[in-house]
């Protein structure tokens, strides 16, 4: 038997499981200073999965589970969808083609993420099997204060108006270059250093050329700018391929052109320098 020493008693893994379990989820979710990006991927890919539970909030089943490596206990979301279907119809009366709801737009959103330079505002994302379904497993965001409906709610205000309104403006831009269909208060989540987090990408990258709500572009990143730039098809189809097919590709760089052109005919005063969070 796996023993665990908590408060120097030994105790056994099946009831450290059990403990973990119905512990706070400020408990539970845990930190882990100094973990880089990889490691934090391959955690995800393979520590094991020791409770879990539903999710509180969305639509796609989403589970909450701890994952354990023996020296570190991290939480991670775990989404199964992949729905396909010749015709959608949401629940506020909008239809749509060809729709898709999958997983894989979450791990193709965080590669894409790592190519723009904004991983800082999205936690990782990894394809793992969960009950013997592929899955998405995210990286649970760390000191995890409320989500944006909760601020609303609230009517609270970030302290630094400034770091908010340059954090949301890339949150923006980013949901244009993806066609991000289901972007609402419930998938940006805020930690205690007010940043904004985005999580929950699994209806986007749509295969349309043209922007979904362009009057959102107001401010762009300079940065961020600079590395949309440089996105080509080659790149992309290394990079995103399983997880978006070619049309998903073409209608990303046709709609980062679009992108591109508005900032440039906008000019220099439509560009900022957003300060790097760690």
């Not at 520590?47 to 909450?64: C, L, M, N």
């Not at 760390?142 to 908010?164: F, G, H, I, V």
């Not at 600079?226 to 992309?236: C, H, T, W």
């Not at 391929?241 to 591109?260: C, F, H, S, T």
């Amino acid at each position: 038997m796996h023993i665990v020493r908590r408060c120097g008693r030994p105790v056994s893994l099946g009831l450290w499981a059990f403990l973990l379990l119905h512990a706070p989820w400020s408990l539970r979710a845990g930190d882990a200073p100094g973990l880089t990006i990889d490691q934090k991927e391959e955690f995800l890919r393979s520590a094991k999965i020791i409770a879990e539970t539903p999710a509180k909030k969305g639509v796609t089943d989403t589970r909450r589970v701890t994952l354990s490596d023996g020296k570190i206990t991290h939480d991670a979301n775990v989404q199964r969808v992949d729905e396909h279907k010749d015709f959608f119809e949401g629940e506020d009366g909008t239809k749509e083609l060809n729709f898709k709801d999958t997983y894989k737009f979450n791990v193709a959103a965080w590669k894409l993420a790592r190519l723009l330079g904004i991983d800082d505002m999205m936690p990782p994302y990894v394809e793992r099997k969960y009950a013997g379904q592929a899955a998405s497993f995210s990286w649970y965001v760390d000191n995890d204060k409320m989500d944006e409906a909760e601020r609303l709610k609230k009517k609270l205000t970030a302290p630094n108006a400034e770091q908010w309104n340059q954090e949301m403006y890339v949150v923006r831009v980013f949901d244009q270059l993806i066609f991000n269909i289901d972007r609402n208060p419930g998938n940006l989540r805020i930690d205690t250093s007010w940043h904004i987090w985005m999580i929950d990408h699994s209806r986007s990258f749509r295969t349309r050329h043209d922007l979904r709500a362009p009057q959102n572009l107001v401010q762009c990143d300079r940065t961020l700018l600079v590395k949309m730039k440089g996105l080509d098809q080659a790149s992309l189809e290394k990079e995103l391929m399983p997880y978006l097919n070619k049309e998903e590709i073409k209608g990303l760089l046709a709609r980062r052109d679009r992108i591109v052109r508005l900032f440039e005919e906008k000019g220099e005063s439509a560009l900022y320098d957003r300060p790097p969070r760690f």
